[in-house]
C-alpha cells in the first residue's frame, strides 16, 4: 500500500475512534446522564444516541415460516373446475409469497397424510389453474387440525384450505353408514381438546362460496356427480394472537382485493384484543340530588331512592358493527350487582353523536362538560337504590351464528343443501368453546346512598 494512501486509512480510524469515544461520554443536551455508583453511565448515553433503525429487532414479533396447506382429498375435486376458487387460492399464495421472505412460503397437500411440495410455488399455481392438483384421500377434520398445529414452530402462521367435510374412510363407513353423523360430536370434542393445548394459539376463519362441478360424496360417502353454484368452501388461518392480529389487518387491506371481493363471512377466535372502558359520569341537567366522584367514574351523596345519570364512552377502537347504536342497544348489558332483586336499572336511550346530544339533552343551564373524545352517551335509570350499589355495564364478545346456516347434519339430498357443509356447526363449535369471550365493554361504577 503507498504511504499516502496509509495515513489516509490511519487518519479516517483515528477520526471514527474519536467519535465513538465522544459519543459514549456525550449527553444529550439538557439531559443529565445515568450514574452508577458515583460515575457517569456512559453506555447509557452511548446507546441513547443510536438510531431505531440499528437498535435489535425483536424476532419475537416476527412471522417465521407461513404454512400453506391445501385439503387434496377427493371432494375438493369439484372446485378445481371454478375460475372463481382457483383464482382467490392463487392469487392469495402469490400475495403471501411476495409479502415475507424468499422461502418463507412452505406449501403442502394434506388429507391422510401431509405431502410438502417440493416445487417453487409457481408450478403449484399452475398446476391449480389447470385443475391437476393430486387428489386423494380422505380426511378427518381433528386430525387434519393436530397434523398442522403439531408441524407448526412458535412464530408460524398456518392457511388450512378446505371444505370442511367431516369423511371416514370407505372401510369405517361400510362397518357403520352413519358413523359420519354420529361422530359429529365427538368430532367437536376432538376439536376442543387440540385447540385447548395449544399454547398462545388464535384462529381466524373466512368463508367463501364457488361453482363446484364433479363428485359429490355425502356423509354416506354415495358419489353424486353433479354441477351446483355457491358451494361453500373455508380458509383457516392459525397462529400465534399477536402475529395473526398483524396478519389479519394486512388481509382487511387494499392489497388483497381478489380475496376480500369473493369473501362471504368471517370469525375470529381469540383475535379480539380490544376493551373501550373509558368513560365519564355526569348528571342529568338539573339534577341535583346526587354527584359524580372527582374522577367522574362512581356516584355519590345519593340522597333519593331514584335517579337518572348519564355515561359518556369513546368507542373508537371498536368495528363499526360494533359500536353500531341499534346493536348496542339490543346487546349491551347494565345491571345491579348487590340488591339484584331490588335495585331496578335500565339504558333508557343511546346517543351516537355528540350535537344530537347537547341538542336533545344539554337544556339545562347547568354546564355539561363533554370529553372531546367521547363518541356515545348512555342515559341510565336507577330506581327502589335503597344502599350502596355496584353497577356492571358490559358489552359480550358475540361469535357471530352465521356458521349455523352454513351448516346441515343431512346431505344425502345435495340438491337442496348444495349451499350447506355436512357438520359444520359441530366443526365451528369445537374451536369456539376453546375460547372464554372476553367483553368489550366491562365497566363497574360505584353508586354509594346517603343514608339518613
Request: hydrophobic fraction near 35%.
Amino acid at each position: 500500500m503507498k504511504k499516502g494512501l496509509t495515513y489516509i486509512v490511519i487518519g479516517i480510524i483515528a477520526i471514527v475512534a474519536i467519535i465513538v469515544i465522544y459519543q459514549m461520554t456525550k449527553c444529550k443536551e439538557g439531559e443529565p446522564c445515568g450514574e452508577k455508583n458515583g460515575e457517569l453511565d456512559t453506555l447509557t448515553c452511548f446507546l441513547d444516541t443510536i438510531p431505531d433503525s440499528l437498535k435489535t429487532i425483536n424476532q419475537k414479533d416476527k412471522i417465521n415460516n407461513i404454512n400453506f396447506y391445501f385439503e387434496n382429498s377427493g371432494s375438493m375435486r369439484g372446485y378445481l373446475n371454478s375460475t372463481n376458487f382457483r383464482d382467490v387460492v392463487s392469487n392469495l399464495i402469490v400475495k403471501l409469497n411476495g409479502r415475507e421472505n424468499k422461502d418463507s412460503l412452505k406449501l403442502y397437500t394434506i388429507a391422510s397424510d401431509v405431502l410438502m411440495f417440493e416445487e417453487e410455488p409457481s408450478i403449484f399455481i399452475e398446476e391449480l389453474a389447470n385443475g391437476i392438483v393430486p387428489l386423494n384421500g380422505f380426511s378427518t377434520m381433528h386430525n387434519i387440525f393436530r397434523q398442522i398445529l403439531n408441524n407448526s414452530k412458535s412464530n408460524d402462521i398456518n392457511f388450512f384450505v378446505s371444505d370442511c367435510i367431516l369423511s371416514y374412510s370407505n372401510e369405517d363407513i361400510q362397518h357403520n353408514r352413519e358413523i359420519n353423523r354420529e361422530s359429529a360430536a365427538a368430532l367437536k370434542n376432538q376439536l376442543l381438546n387440540i385447540v385447548q393445548c395449544q399454547d398462545d394459539i388464535s384462529f381466524a376463519l373466512f368463508a367463501f362460496k364457488s361453482d363446484f362441478d364433479g363428485t359429490y360424496y355425502d356423509y354416506h360417502n354415495t358419489r353424486i356427480i353433479n354441477s351446483f353454484n355457491n358451494r361453500p368452501y373455508y380458509i383457516w388461518v392459525a397462529g400465534k394472537k399477536k402475529l395473526l392480529i398483524e396478519l389479519i389487518s394486512w388481509i382487511n387491506s387494499e392489497k388483497l382485493p381478489t380475496f376480500n371481493r369473493h369473501l362471504k363471512e368471517k370469525i375470529l377466535f381469540n383475535c379480539d384484543n380490544i376493551v373501550a372502558n373509558d368513560h365519564r359520569i355526569f348528571r342529568k341537567p338539573g339534577g341535583k340530588s346526587y354527584q359524580p366522584s372527582p374522577d367522574k367514574k362512581s356516584i355519590v351523596d345519593i340522597v333519593i331512592d331514584s335517579i337518572t345519570f348519564f355515561v359518556q364512552l369513546n368507542l373508537d377502537c371498536l368495528p363499526n358493527r360494533i359500536k353500531d347504536k341499534d346493536y348496542l342497544k339490543t346487546n349491551l348489558i347494565v345491571e345491579a350487582t348487590q340488591n339484584k332483586q331490588k335495585t331496578k336499572v335500565a339504558i333508557s336511550t343511546i346517543y351516537d353523536d355528540q350535537n344530537e346530544f347537547e341538542t336533545k339533552v344539554a337544556t339545562h343551564t347547568t354546564k355539561i362538560y363533554i370529553d372531546e373524545k367521547a363518541t356515545h352517551f348512555i342515559q341510565i335509570d336507577m330506581a327502589q337504590i335503597s344502599s350502596t350499589e355496584v353497577l356492571h355495564i358490559t358489552l359480550p364478545c358475540i361469535t357471530p351464528n352465521w356458521y349455523k346456516q352454513w351448516s346441515t347434519m343431512d346431505d344425502t339430498n345435495i340438491d337442496e343443501n348444495f349451499d350447506k357443509t355436512f357438520a359444520f356447526e359441530w366443526f365451528v363449535d369445537g374451536i369456539k368453546e376453546a375460547y372464554t369471550n372476553n367483553n368489550y365493554i366491562d365497566i363497574s361504577i360505584n353508586i354509594n346512598k346517603k343514608i339518613k
